[in-house]
T-cell receptor, first 109, second 114 residues
């Protein structure tokens, strides 16, 4: 099975940087996703990592270490619209895709 | 969310009633998933399918059944609804073997069991 852990909530100020950590345990790891989700909506894709290292996309970056079972999502230059839930999801080689419980990010003025 | 359609979008059921949620995709995807999401929580995997005629259990399969008789459709059934099954249900689909942003979500189905 899969165990995916991420913090429940994080608060940061507009313009700041926040790092959301995700640790996982799985057999047959085949990729890790980060999604953003606003209340009442479907998740929106942010990033995908399958190899170790950092992937950068504008204000968002994601890092993966497969040997440590660890990933983080880095949000820079925070904006009020970034207040949302951020979901880590792990994909295994048998096609199973499981999500963590999500991290609620609150951006304050 | 183009390409993945969930019906119905909203439904109120009485305890003990049965119903089926339909997920349809027109992208010829092999993999399909059913999740439930409760307030303040992430998506929990109920059942999934890696191809027509195949299904597998996820994290929270009890009280649900699924079928994938046609590649484009993945049905989620509640045989005897319980208030604990009040939730938002999301369907997703994916092409096998591809990487990156290849998961497509439906818009969600809001189910209330009274």
């Amino acid at each position: 099975g899969q165990n995916i852990d991420q913090p429940t909530e994080m608060t940061a100020t507009e313009g700041a940087i926040v790092q959301i950590n995700c640790t996982y345990q799985t057999s047959g790891f085949n990729g890790l996703f980060w999604y953003q989700q606003h209340a009442g909506e479907a998740p929106t894709f942010l990033s995908y990592n399958v190899l170790d290292g950092l992937e950068e996309k504008g204000r968002f970056s994601s890092f993966l270490s497969r040997s440590k079972g660890y990933s983080y999502l880095l949000l820079k230059e925070l904006q009020m619209k970034d207040s949302a839930s951020y979901l880590c999801a792990v994909y295994d080689s048998w096609g199973k895709l499981q999500f963590g419980a999500g991290t609620q990010v609150v951006v304050t003025p | 969310n183009a390409g993945v359609t969930q019906t119905p979008k909203f439904r109120v059921l009485k305890t003990g009633q049965s119903m089926t949620l339909l997920c349809a995709q027109d992208m010829n995807h092999e993999y399909m998933y059913w999740y439930r999401q409760d307030p303040g929580m992430g998506l929990r995997l109920i059942h999934y399918s890696v191809g027509e005629g195949t299904t597998a259990k996820g994290e929270v399969p009890d009280g649900y059944n699924v079928s994938r008789l046609k590649k484009q459709n993945f049905l989620l059934g509640l045989e005897s609804a319980a208030p604990s099954q009040t939730s938002v249900y999301f369907c997703a689909s994916r092409v096998a073997g591809e990487t990156g942003n290849t998961i497509y979500f439906g818009e969600g189905s809001w189910l209330t069991v009274v």
